[in-house]
Structures are given as structure tokens and as C-alpha cells.
């Protein structure tokens, strides 16, 4: 019968040479059981205090050898996961194509960027820039490597509040960090996501709706947001957290959890309210409602209180999302779909042109863009369309409304989204969503 020492040693190995069965490892770990094997020791007549210094010897080099097994893995693994540049697009392409005076750093020509698996690099980036209010700026990119001067820079700036929803931000930074806490579990990336969502639930209006900004400066950007994705991508974020469909957010506490699903519930009902009724029936969304009485609004000056295509597509795309829509939600998707249906415009497409160099104090442009009728064209869709009458709409930076794109002053015409694609994805999507959860009422059956 062996000793307590020697139990311990023989459940110890017994563990370690299970692991690397299982882990296909043999590595150092190997070799140092084949040096210190303690039945060895315990046949000698070596005294017990010797014997148990071996031991303590042993144990170390084994724990010390599993270490570098484990971190070797944890290494592996986060090779395996990396963190889309996608949705971060929008921000790195403002910083790089788009100098700003007010910036806290711009660009230095020809430095390079992280690897979308540099998971750490990236993660302390994002750390780097958020603020001390638990928000992000827009317009800088994270997977930026960064002088010392830089860094510096924006650790001077941790105060300012110029954080904010637009572009992608904040949300985008929340499920980044999300990646990079469970691949490295270093509470320093989960202090951060803790301290991301309670500033999103801060910035959240009563009424459930989130302004582009906060906190609140005094233009536009108080008023609740739909333009670029900004609230529905934080009902996507809050969604993914709330499903429980992965462990990923699983390290998040009940407290949190019943927030953020309180955030959510508003943040649906806000949606719902929004949607807009002109004469009597339910359209579709503005890129941002009055954030009182939620009726559509004007923002920058060529972005005029309307009905928006795309934004309601994304929206509808959302609610489609949902497991088990509640009638509201079905309402909803489907005066919504009816309506994009119903907007889509056929035989024509836009063809950006070449066109003589015009410099303005917003940019230099070398093209042009012009509606080119084409029988063969897929069903396209305006960005605005007029409420009450529903007629394409376009807009001037003296916010005078016009109604064809040759109407529009050239710099805004090649500068603008003015005409989009994103509504199909409703259409395309409808069929399979409604025969799940309204399989007797197809909107796309019926005759206009």
C-alpha cells in the first residue's frame, strides 16, 4: 500500500498522462515523469523528509511543464478565433479617407495593422480608446498598430465625452471584447464589455429609443437612431446576449442579464411605436425620429423627415430575427414589407461616371453619378421617399427637396447613398419567415 506521499504522486501522474493522452501532447511533461518516478525513491531507504523534498521537487516541474501545455493551447485556440474587420469598416474608413482636425490622432502614413487573430493587440486597442464613461469615440480604426506618441495621445483624452452610437461604434467594440475576454479570460477585456454595456443602458431614452450620441449634445444627434444601423445595432447586440443560443456572454451575471433584457423589451416597443402611419396604415421608418414625440425628423440638412429604405430594411431584418414574434412584431414585418415591396423601383440602375475634377470644401471629385434606364435591372429602391405622397425623394445641402437625382448638386450626388439594394433582402427573406409565423397571410400574395 503506498504512503500518502506516494497516493498523491500516482494520482497526480495519472492525471497528467490522462491529459496528454487527450491532448495528444508528450512534450517535456513526459520526460520529467520518466525522471522523477517516485516508486523509485519510495523502494530506496531514502528518509521521508528527502523523499518529500524529491516530491515537492517533482510537483513543481510538473505543474511549471503543465503550465506551458496549457498556455500552448490557450494559444492555439486563439489562433482559431479572430475578430471581422467588417464591422468596424465604417469607422477605419473615415479615419484613413477622411482627415479630421478634431481628431485625437490621425493616420501615420504606411504603418501596418493588426491581424484580425491578434486578438490582444486588438482587444487593448479597444481598451485603449474607450472612455473613462465607459463609451467609445467614432472614426479611428483598432486594428491600427499605434506609435507610443499616439497612445499617449489618446490616454490624455480618456475624459472626453465625445462617445457615441454612429458608425458602428459601441456595440461593435462590446462583441469584439466579448471574443478576446473568452479566448484569453483576462478580467481586464471583461471590465470593459461590463463597462460598455452601462453606458449603453445609461444613453437609453425612457421610451426605449438610443440617441446617436451621448451624452447629449444639442443638434440632430439627440434624436433617436436608425441612421447607419446605430439602434438596431445595439437590439442585435443585446439580442445575441439575451438568446442564450451560445456560452459566449454565459460569464455575464443575472443582474446584468435582467438590464439588459429590461433595455431590450423598451427598445422593441420603441421600434413598434416608431413605425410610421400615413393615412392610417403602416409604412415603414425615418433614419431618426423626434426623440419626444417620435415623429419623423430632419437631421444633417440634406437628410429630411421621411421614409427611409434601407434603415427599414435592416429594421425589418431584425424583427424577422426574432423567435416566437409577438403580434405586434408580425404587424410590423408585415405593413413594413408590404410597403419596400410596394417602393421598389424597376428598369433602371446608377452608373457612377468619370467627370472633370471638382473641388469643394468637402472633397475632390473626379466622378459623377447618373440613372441609366435598363430593362434588365434588378428592383431598386431611393434612400428617401416623401411622406404622405411616397414619391422618391432627394435633398441639396440647402435643404431644398427635389425629386431626380440630376436634380441634386454634383457633390452630393457622387457623395451620397442615394439609392440602394438592402430592401431585397426582405423580400428575400419574407417567404420563409412567413410561412413560419403567419403561413395563411402572404403580403407578397396580394394584388396592389
Excluded at 492555439?76 to 477605419?92: C, R, V
Aim: glycine residues 4%.
Amino acid at each position: 500500500m503506498l504512503c500518502p506521499i506516494g497516493r498523491f504522486y500516482h494520482n497526480y501522474q495519472l492525471f497528467i498522462e490522462c491529459y496528454l493522452k487527450k491532448a495528444g501532447k508528450n512534450l517535456l511533461v513526459e520526460y520529467i515523469i520518466g525522471v522523477f518516478k517516485l516508486k523509485d525513491y519510495m523502494k530506496s531507504k531514502i528518509r521521508h523528509s528527502k523523499c518529500f523534498e524529491m516530491v515537492g521537487k517533482y510537483v513543481l516541474a510538473v505543474m511549471l511543464c503543465t503550465q506551458v501545455v496549457l498556455a500552448q493551447d490557450v494559444s492555439k485556440k486563439q489562433d482559431t478565433l479572430k475578430i471581422d474587420p467588417a464591422p468596424f469598416a465604417d469607422n477605419a474608413n473615415h479615419w484613413y479617407g477622411i482627415y479630421d482636425k478634431h481628431n485625437i490622432i490621425n493616420p501615420l502614413p504606411e504603418r501596418p495593422r493588426y491581424q484580425p487573430t491578434d486578438l490582444k493587440n486588438i482587444g487593448d486597442n479597444i481598451l485603449l480608446f474607450q472612455k473613462n464613461n465607459g463609451g467609445w469615440p467614432k472614426n479611428y480604426d483598432v486594428f491600427a498598430i499605434l506609435s507610443n506618441d499616439q497612445k499617449d495621445s489618446i490616454r490624455a483624452k480618456c475624459n472626453d465625452i465625445n462617445t457615441t452610437f454612429d458608425n458602428g461604434t459601441c456595440y461593435t467594440q462590446i462583441a469584439a471584447l466579448t471574443i478576446v475576454y473568452n479566448a484569453t479570460k483576462d478580467e481586464k477585456y471583461k471590465k470593459g464589455i461590463l463597462r460598455g454595456l452601462d453606458y449603453l443602458l445609461e444613453a437609453q431614452y425612457g421610451n426605449g429609443g438610443w440617441p446617436q450620441f451621448y451624452p447629449l449634445e444639442t443638434d440632430y444627434s439627440r434624436h433617436i437612431t436608425y441612421n447607419d444601423g446605430a439602434m438596431e445595432g445595439i437590439m442585435e447586440l443585446l439580442k445575441d446576449i439575451l438568446d442564450n443560443k451560445t456560452t459566449k456572454y454565459g460569464f455575464l451575471d443575472a443582474k446584468i442579464k435582467k438590464k439588459l433584457q429590461t433595455a431590450y423589451e423598451k427598445g422593441l416597443d420603441c421600434i413598434i411605436k416608431t413605425q410610421i402611419k400615413d393615412d392610417g396604415k403602416l409604412t415603414a421608418w425615418c433614419q431618426q425620429h423626434d426623440e419626444v414625440t417620435l415623429e419623423p425628423a430632419w437631421a444633417r440638412k440634406f437628410e429630411p423627415a421621411c421614409i427611409c429604405s434601407s434603415e427599414s430594411a435592416w429594421l425589418v431584418l431584425f424583427l424577422m430575427s426574432i423567435d416566437h414574434p409577438s403580434k405586434e412584431i408580425i404587424n410590423a414585418v408585415q405593413n413594413a414589407t408590404a410597403w419596400l415591396n410596394a417602393s421598389k423601383i424597376l428598369n433602371i440602375r446608377v452608373d457612377r461616371i468619370q467627370a472633370p475634377p471638382l473641388v469643394t470644401p468637402y472633397k475632390t471629385s473626379t466622378t459623377d453619378k447618373v440613372v441609366v434606364v435598363d430593362s434588365a435591372a434588378p428592383p431598386i429602391w431611393t434612400r428617401y421617399y416623401e411622406l404622405k405622397t411616397h414619391r422618391p425623394l432627394f435633398c441639396n445641402r440647402d435643404s431644398k427637396l427635389v425629386y431626380s437625382l440630376a436634380e441634386v448638386a454634383r457633390e452630393r450626388r457622387d457623395g451620397y447613398a442615394w439609392y440602394n439594394y438592402t430592401p431585397q433582402k426582405v423580400l428575400d427573406a419574407y417567404p420563409a419567415w412567413q410561412k413560419k409565423w403567419t403561413p395563411h397571410d402572404s403580403v407578397l400574395s396580394k394584388k396592389s
